[in-house]
């Protein structure tokens, strides 16, 4: 379709269009095609190699709601089919005086093209070949750097079953429950779900847990983004839930896993007695889910529902810890797509997840049952998109959600449940009374937590989202030759956070004993009282825009360009915009296939990416956010009053943080190549390079402490007042440059197998990982300040198996996967005797040490048992089967008082996992 064709017809069409200005729509490099979905297209040629118009092309498949399609080839023998759910297809084929051609078993992944090219010959009236085609191996058209995880390699390759271990298979990713991509913060990543960003607005981490065998495919992206992507400076997490079928399919299983069995490691002492690591054998670890899905038509090809659960409970306990860490999660979520017409289609959808977990405190073992908490968390996504189809090559994509998400933190409530063990009910009180009353009291020098828990909160987080995109695929404009993919976009987020956190009864006590473990010797040390809650109230808005093309000028050479905009504006409790600006980030990528096989690809770019921030900055830039507290020392100081004269020390209320007047966008330079090729059928060898600067990254400094020459000794204040004053800046100091390059291997799952392997060499320096935080508060520490960040992970290996024993009907399923990352930096913080101890340095931050290496393989085996209606599986699988026990977390405090090695936590023990699943 010409350009200026597709233009009049959206305007004859009522298409509100998008006035391309600096206010409104910005260029933006990316595909043209729904984040959701994937494209099939191709071309049909002779047994000649000439190009067959006209050639009707048909695509069906059990996720395509709707019914089949069906389009002609154009004069150049050309089909292009649009907005398919990913998923599994058939194309076929037919022109009169030609034989009849069936591709099967065509894969679909999520903002993928599945290239195709179909040779017909001359052949008698109803001849027909159904021919078993490779899946394409590469994208010859996208130079992202993307792994999309299918539902073979969900469902084959062991892990925990979360979609947030599953992505730590991806290249660049440092595993974890917010992973750190491509060298970033762990808060700087951004999370879909079918489409919907559920990001938390407050945090910038994940915000939902969901039932693993609901999800159809996961991408993992961690660089060279389209436009239409990444407002943060980390990667994109996509998931993408399975749409129903005409079919009515029902799936349920449950597992469990412990670690009960694995072999244990006793503690170690150091010959004054000092802790240098815990022992495992007063540990524990359980844990069991049980998870249903039904899906199917409500009206066939018209309306397909999806509706999954997910019920887990877990049982951790630290070392010498009474009381597990009791976890109970509910996850519901249900899917509604319908297309009553060929051009419109409606998706609804809703996810809640209410979730308790009792006994948090699991760092301290002396902690009585009464002085536990609770942390009850959950909130609803609920999102409703129309798609509208005006013409064969243009889709219109409109969006609005709503996510909202709580946390509720206190003691533990109160239960008639006697089966629990802990803080049972007075006969006269209800299920689930919380006791704000009884104050708490924290144990120093090994006394106990005592009374209650100290501290509550209620958080409310919400975020309001509008969207809606308009992209014209294969355009052609005057005097220029070839095809244009085009793709424009605009966003809104309204967010807002409510918090309200206090002491209760507005006190709490700190006890010690004198002497250790003695509790004969046991006094009150001190006392803090609090004037009342503190409420934390912040708002903000987020606009964005982008236009971006997709340009073939030839069939083996693509050019990916554009540019975005973002507006983030952040609000204090008195509605001040504390944060406000705009900014661009353009795009350019080329996409070259040398041979125009389908089988290489060389590509690279540039691509500049800005964080938009999120309300935990305006939180700390609340004009009151403090408790306003008085402390007073206790029975040791002999001052065992709270009369005025022993106030120990005040802490007003009142926020002293500022904002610096030159406060801009943090923002990444991201330098990109990639090289792939298909070195026998399904197999992959590829080489990537990234590298990634990382520029004006949030930070607060000090403007009223002085310090000596090197920032070792404390000497005064500006004002005369001994307190902290901070700033938030984004000084051109704060700053990570960071590099990687990946070697790998990768074979699609065909044959009954699939199999990958990455070598990853990855450099992070650097001067701040974690934004908001006081990393370069003392000035003249800066010297120190640039070294080895904690993403400075150089070697990384990760590697998957999986095989199908070809035992049919009863298949047998074999697994596993192997990780390896070597060990992370290590800074050593001196402290200052002057004022507030702060943390110093005497060389470069992360030059100190590395801890150990982390590494672990994980194996499953599965064997599928088929029944009348359906099939049963019975899977067992170890996690960790090397048992290996590196350490995971050093003590710091021994670390930086007395150079000592003290492991606080090791890697998780083995565990071993079996389940039933059964569906049909």
Not at 398 to 408: A, P
Not at 583 to 606: C, E, L, N, Q, S
Not at 644 to 665: K, Q
Request: hydrophobic residues 35%; negative net charge; aromatic residues 12%.
């Amino acid at each position: 379709m010409k350009l200026f064709t597709m233009v009049r017809t959206l305007a004859l069409m009522g298409v509100p269009m998008l006035a391309v200005s600096a206010g409104s729509v910005i260029l933006g490099s990316g595909a043209a095609y729904a984040q959701t979905t994937g494209t099939i297209k191709g071309e049909v040629i002779d047994d000649s190699g000439l190009e067959v118009p006209g050639v009707l092309m048909t695509v069906d498949g059990p996720n395509l709601i709707g019914g089949a399609q069906q389009e002609y080839t154009d004069d150049a023998g050309r089909f292009l089919f649009t907005n398919l759910p990913p998923g599994i297809y058939t194309v076929t084929a037919e022109k009169a005086g030609f034989g009849k051609k069936r591709y099967t078993n065509q894969q679909v992944l999520i903002g993928k093209n599945t290239a195709l090219t179909i040779e017909m010959s001359v052949q008698e009236a109803g001849a027909e070949m159904d021919v078993i085609a490779d899946r394409p191996a590469i994208d010859t058209e996208s130079a992202s750097r993307t792994t999309v995880l299918t539902k073979e390699f969900l469902e084959r390759v062991p892990n925990s079953r979360s979609y947030q271990d599953a992505v730590g298979a991806t290249a660049g990713v440092l595993a974890g429950g917010n992973p750190n991509m491509g060298g970033a913060s762990s808060n700087e990543n951004t999370y879909m779900m079918d489409g919907v960003n559920v990001t938390d607005p407050v945090t910038g981490t994940f915000s939902l847990n969901f039932n693993y065998d609901a999800m159809e495919q996961i991408e993992v992206a961690t660089g060279a983004f389209d436009a239409e992507d990444a407002t943060n400076l980390g990667g994109v997490i996509r998931l993408v839930t399975k749409t129903g079928s005409n079919q009515l399919e029902f799936d349920t299983s449950i597992y469990y896993e412990t670690a009960a069995w694995a072999p244990k490691m006793d503690a170690r002492f150091g010959a004054d007695g000092a802790d240098l690591a815990p022992t495992d054998f007063d540990s524990q670890f359980s844990s069991m889910s049980f998870n249903g899905l039904i899906s199917g038509p409500v009206v066939r090809d018209k309306a397909f529902l999806v509706v999954s659960y997910t019920m887990e409970r877990s049982l951790i306990a630290r070392v010498g810890i009474d009381l597990p860490r009791d976890y109970e999660g509910h996850y519901v979520y249900a899917k509604l797509t319908m297309q009553p017409t060929a051009s419109n289609r409606f998706t609804v959808l809703s996810q809640i997840q209410p979730t308790t977990i009792d006994n948090t405190t699991q760092d301290n073992r002396f902690v009585k049952p009464e002085a536990q908490s609770r942390q009850a968390q959950g909130g609803i996504v609920a999102s409703a998109q129309w798609d509208w189809f005006p013409g064969t090559d243009v889709t219109v994509e409109s969006k609005l959600t709503l996510q909202q998400n709580y946390i509720e933190t206190g003691g533990v409530p109160c239960t008639h449940n006697k089966r629990l063990g802990y803080n049972p009910c007075e006969p006269e009180e209800l299920e689930n009374t919380y006791d704000f009353k009884t104050p708490g009291r924290l144990g120093i020098n090994n006394a106990y937590d005592s009374g209650n828990y100290y501290y509550y909160q209620f958080d409310d987080r919400t975020r309001w989202s509008a969207v809606s995109k308009v992209s014209a695929l294969d355009q052609q404009i005057p005097f220029l030759t070839g095809d244009h993919d085009f793709k424009a976009g605009f966003e809104i987020d309204v967010l807002r956070w409510d918090r309200s956190v206090g002491y209760t009864n507005n006190i709490y006590y700190a006890d010690w004993n004198q002497q250790t473990y003695d509790p004969s010797t046991f006094q009150n040390y001190y006392w803090v009282e609090a004037s009342g809650e503190s409420d934390i109230v912040a708002g903000g808005e987020h606009y964005g825009a982008f236009l971006q093309d997709v340009y073939q000028p030839i069939d083996n050479l693509t050019f990916r360009y554009g540019l975005r905009w973002d507006r983030s504006i952040m609000r204090n409790n008195f509605n001040e915009a504390v944060v406000d600006f705009g900014v661009f980030g353009p795009r350019f990528y080329v996409i070259w296939d040398p041979f125009g096989d389908g089988k290489t690809k060389v590509a690279g770019g540039y691509g500049r990416f800005n964080g938009i921030g999120n309300l935990g900055i305006a939180a700390d830039l609340n004009q009151s956010n403090g408790l306003g507290t008085k402390l007073f020392l206790g029975e040791p100081w002999n001052n065992y009053t709270n009369s005025t004269s022993f106030n120990y020390s005040l802490n007003p209320p009142d926020n002293t943080n500022t904002v610096h007047d030159a406060l801009t966008a943090p923002h990444s330079d991201e330098f990109s190549f990639v090289g792939e090729r298909q070195v026998i059928q399904d197999l992959v060898f590829g080489l990537s390079f990234t590298s990634k600067f990382t520029r004006n990254v949030y930070v607060f400094d000090e403007t009223n402490i002085i310090w000596d020459e090197k920032g070792y000794g404390f000497i005064g204040t500006g004002d005369g007042q001994v307190e902290n004053r901070n700033r938030l800046r984004t000084p051109s100091l704060s700053r990570r440059d960071y590099y990687q390059t990946d070697t790998y291997i990768r074979r699609n799952f065909a044959d009954r197998w699939l199999a990958s392997a990455t070598y990853t060499y990855a450099v992070s320096r650097g001067t701040v990982l974690e934004g908001n935080s006081t990393a370069l508060a003392v000035a003249p520490q800066a010297e120190y300040a640039y070294g080895n960040l904690g993403t400075d992970v150089r070697h990384q290996v990760k590697a998957q198996l999986a095989w199908e024993i070809p035992n049919d009907p009863w298949t047998t399923r074999l697994g596993a996967s192997l990780e390896y990352y070597s060990g992370a930096p290590i800074t050593r913080y001196y402290f200052s005797a002057g004022y507030g101890g702060s943390a110093l340095l005497r060389e470069p931050v992360g030059t100190y040490a590395r801890v150990e290496p982390i590494y672990y393989a994980n194996l499953a085996i599965s064997q599928a048992i088929k029944v009348p209606k359906g099939q049963f599986r019975v899977e067992a699988a170890l996690l960790n089967a090397i048992n290996a026990r590196q350490a995971a977390t050093v003590n710091g405090t021994y670390l930086y008082a007395q150079n000592r090695w003290s492991i606080l936590y090791r890697q998780n023990l083995m565990t071993g996992r079996i389940g039933v699943s059964y569906d049909f």
